[in-house]
């Protein structure tokens, strides 16, 4: 398709399980973001990428979660030892912007739920 | 910090209504501001945006207006329709920076 995939769509984690969510992004597009939404609530951001380089990790919550975008396309969202509070919606977006200033571009999101 | 503070919501309205969903922000400098729509079971989307102040964003019969007076980017559509029932969420973004900072989002259900 022509937009911004995301898989799973539904995550159920136990307590303590790993996690990995994936992004394919538009194709061509530069920038990369992840944000999280909780319940009710309007996306907090997570990190951005530049092609392969993270040039901001600073919304990640914790060291429990880890991004990565090892060839500058498909991006990887890991949560280790996923805790209750990490129930959220995570949803990636791309832009073709260099800066990330331009349009974003959204998946549906990948709603992960901890037990 | 920067933020965005939305209406509270549900907003439900009749067909052909007139929609006010209110918007302000608190930023130090002067950001962009953006209305983003998110129809069911779909991503979010851009709906308008304005990039300083007094610009007017629209799109779809959409219609907001960029307020440094007072901080506020309120989103209007003077008469309003089924297909609109959505989740609208304000955000801004700084002119250094690239994250956007969202509003808490407005749930708008419109009825026939």
């Known amino acids: 398709g022509a937009g911004v995939s995301q898989s799973p769509r539904y995550k159920v984690a136990k307590r303590g399980q790993d996690v990995a969510l994936r992004c394919d992004p538009i194709s061509g597009h530069v920038s990369l973001f992840w944000y999280q939404q909780a319940l009710g609530q309007g996306p907090e951001f997570l990190t951005y990428?530049?092609?392969?380089?993270?040039?901001?990790k600073s919304g990640l919550p914790s060291d429990r979660f880890f991004a990565e975008r090892p060839e500058g396309s498909v991006s990887t969202l890991k949560i280790q030892r996923t805790q209750q509070e990490d129930s959220a919606v995570y949803l990636c977006?791309?832009?073709?912007?260099?800066?990330?200033?331009?349009?974003?571009?959204f998946g549906e999101g990948s709603r992960l739920t901890v037990l | 910090g920067n933020s965005v503070t939305q209406m509270e919501g549900p907003v439900t309205l009749s067909e052909e209504a007139f929609l006010t969903i209110n918007c302000t922000y608190t930023a130090t400098g002067y950001p962009s501001l953006f209305w983003y729509v998110q129809y069911p079971g779909e991503g979010l989307q851009l709906l308008l945006k304005a990039t300083k102040a007094d610009d007017k964003g629209s799109n779809k019969g959409f219609e907001a207006t960029y307020r440094k007076e007072t901080t506020s980017f309120h989103l209007e559509k003077g008469s309003v329709q089924v297909s609109d029932s959505a989740v609208y969420f304000c955000a801004l973004r700084m002119p250094s920076g690239s994250r956007l900072t969202f509003g808490e989002g407005t749930q708008l259900t419109v009825n026939p």
């Open positions: 990428f530049q092609n392969e380089a993270q040039l901001d």
């Open positions: 977006a791309s832009s073709p912007d260099r800066v990330g200033t331009g349009e974003l571009f």
